[in-house]
């Protein structure tokens, strides 16, 4: 999501798959580790397009989330007032997660 190296997330092309088609798209994602319910929450939006709007209406909301990390089940929801549908899971992600903290390399002196 950022250039930090501490923060998890994707931004960048990503594919819907449905039982019959799969669209192309751009998707920015975040997450963080839930301490309470022992897992990982992961969430972020879809960006609009013709083909992303005719899944939604079309019913199509249950999708395969693939992205160059991985691919997740997850579904179309909450379109924002862009035509930005929200996506969101729980547990394994659609790219990597950072299991420890990087440490910044220290600086030389000349």
Partial sequence: MSDAPDEDGY?????L????????????????????SGSYNW???VASSPEVAALVEGGGRKV????????VETALS????????RVEGFGATPF????HLVEP????TH
Avoid: C, M, N
């Fill in 105 to 108: 390399e220290p600086e030389q």
């Fill in 43 to 45: 969430y972020g939006r």
């Fill in 11 to 15: 931004e960048g092309p990503a594919e």
């Fill in 17 to 36: 798959i449905t039982d019959d088609t799969s669209v192309a798209v751009e998707v920015k994602l975040g997450g963080h580790f839930d301490p309470i």
């Fill in 78 to 85: 909450d379109v924002d007032p862009w035509g930005r549908p």
């Fill in 64 to 71: 395969i989330l693939r992205t160059p990390y991985a691919e």
């Fill in 96 to 99: 990597e997660v950072l299991d």
